[in-house]
Each structure stands twice: as structure tokens, then as C-alpha cells.
């Protein structure tokens, strides 16, 4: 099976850097893939588009040399099936609260023995190759989205879930839990203390650690900090941002 770039980064010890599609456009994607992404993330939790559109979204990613992952829009055993069987290679599951529900996500990306995990990968076997059914429950990541109170106490018990390979932060939901509100400083506490207890209880348990990032300065920060997989804001965003810098310049030019 076609190796999964992340996991070969994340066994040297070196952070990859995800782009997060959230705009319904394989070029967007395409943008993202050949932008210097490790990694393609199209979010169908938060991104105003269907399924359909989606996989059409990973079939862009899937040719470019980014990894191609989905957010799915919840614990979704048919929806994780899919966006599988479409070729993702990995899994980021949201609101992931305890090890039970770890235990039904992992359910749903491994085949069995490992999981329970239909068998129909027709997209999953061009991209990935004929080994596809023995080679994907050791390539095909599944992330667990840690973003709620509930999801911090658990944190342990969860990292423990077999066929699981770590989590992934949902940083607003998560300053939500702790302070009432989606903005944070991810440099002061409580923000600070919690996703420095989500890094390191990664490691300790030998699994990976992604995080959303509002921004690129806060993804070299957690990439400086350790992080395995960075995703530094989404399409939409950047392109707000880079939209404002360029208007204003001309506005400032105008008077």
C-alpha cells in the first residue's frame, strides 16, 4: 500500500504541517496539496459542504503529494466508512468525550479482526494499492478530537484505546470548556496548561498529537512545542486575512 507520509514524519520526530480545506473547491484543495502541505484536511464538520462535494475534494488531494485526511461531521460509522472507502488516509473525529466513544471510532476506520470496518474500499484500493485491506489498519490514521472537559478527564483512558493513533485538539471548543469563550491565548493558562497536558500525555503514550491553529504564528509555537501534525488556519481564513493585508495597502495608497 502507498505509505502514509505522516506517519513516516511522525516516526523520524519531525511536525507536519496540515492544510484545512474548508471551502467547497477541489482547487482549493489542489492550492493546499501543492502549497508545501504534508497534508490536506477537508472539513465536512464545519465546511458548508455535502458528502458528495467532499469526496470530490479528497479525489483533488489525493493528486497532489499532501496526505489526504477528512474531518468528518461526527462519530459516524457509515461517514467515516466512506470518506475511507474515497481514499482518505486518515480519520479526525470530533468530540471524542471518553474511551467508549474511542473505541466506536476505532470501530469504524479498522476492518476486522481490529475494528468493524465494511469492506468496499473501490477508490481506497486505486489510490492505496492491491495490499489495501491488509495494509490500511496500519496505515490509515484516526485521530480523536479532544475538545470538552468531558474529552480532558478522559484523556488518558482514551490515548489507551487500541487501534487508536492520537488526538487531535479543536482548540475553541476547548477555550469554550475552560473559559466560556471560542477566543484564547494559547500562551497563558488555562489554554496553555491544558494543551501542554494534551502533548504530553501523547507522549507518553507513544501516540500522535495534532492541533488547529488560529493562525501560523501559533503553529510554529506548537510546532516548536512538539506537536506531531499542525494545521495553520483554513483556506477561508487565509484568505480573509491575505484579502484585508492587499485592500488596505491599496486604500492606504488611495487615501
Request: one cysteine or more; hydrophobic letters at 45%.
Amino acid at each position: 500500500m502507498k505509505p502514509n507520509r505522516l506517519k513516516e514524519l511522525h516516526s523520524n520526530g519531525r511536525c507536519a504541517i496540515a492544510g484545512w480545506a474548508s471551502i467547497a473547491s477541489p482547487f482549493s484543495v489542489e492550492l493546499l496539496g501543492h502549497g508545501g502541505c504534508d497534508a490536506v484536511v477537508v472539513d465536512l464538520q464545519h465546511g458548508p459542504f455535502s458528502m458528495d462535494a467532499g469526496v470530490v475534494m479528497l479525489h483533488a488531494a489525493s493528486a497532489t503529494p499532501a496526505v489526504p485526511l477528512a474531518r468528518v461531521s461526527g462519530n459516524h460509522f457509515a461517514e467515516i466508512g466512506k470518506v475511507l472507502d474515497a481514499g482518505a488516509y486518515g480519520v479526525i473525529c470530533p468530540l471524542v468525550d471518553d474511551a467508549g466513544q474511542a473505541r466506536a471510532f476505532v470501530q469504524a476506520v479498522r476492518y476486522p479482526p481490529r475494528g468493524g470496518r465494511s469492506f468496499g474500499p473501490a477508490r481506497g484500493l486505486l489510490v492505496g494499492g492491491k495490499d489495501y485491506f491488509d495494509a490500511a489498519g496500519d496505515t490509515v490514521l484516526a485521530l480523536a478530537m479532544i475538545e470538552t472537559q468531558a474529552g480532558m478527564d478522559a484523556l488518558d483512558d482514551i490515548l489507551a484505546v487500541d487501534g487508536l493513533d492520537g488526538v487531535f485538539v479543536g482548540p475553541g471548543d476547548l477555550s469554550i470548556a475552560l473559559t466560556g469563550r471560542p477566543q484564547f491565548d494559547w500562551r497563558t493558562d488555562p489554554m496553555a496548561r491544558a494543551l501542554a497536558r494534551v502533548r504530553d500525555a501523547s507522549r507518553r503514550a507513544g501516540r500522535y498529537a495534532g492541533i488547529w491553529c488560529v493562525d501560523g504564528a501559533m503553529a510554529a509555537d506548537m510546532a516548536r512545542a512538539g506537536w506531531d501534525l499542525v494545521a495553520p488556519g483554513h483556506d477561508a481564513g487565509m484568505l480573509q486575512a491575505e484579502l484585508g493585508v492587499r485592500v488596505r495597502q491599496v486604500r492606504d495608497a488611495i487615501g
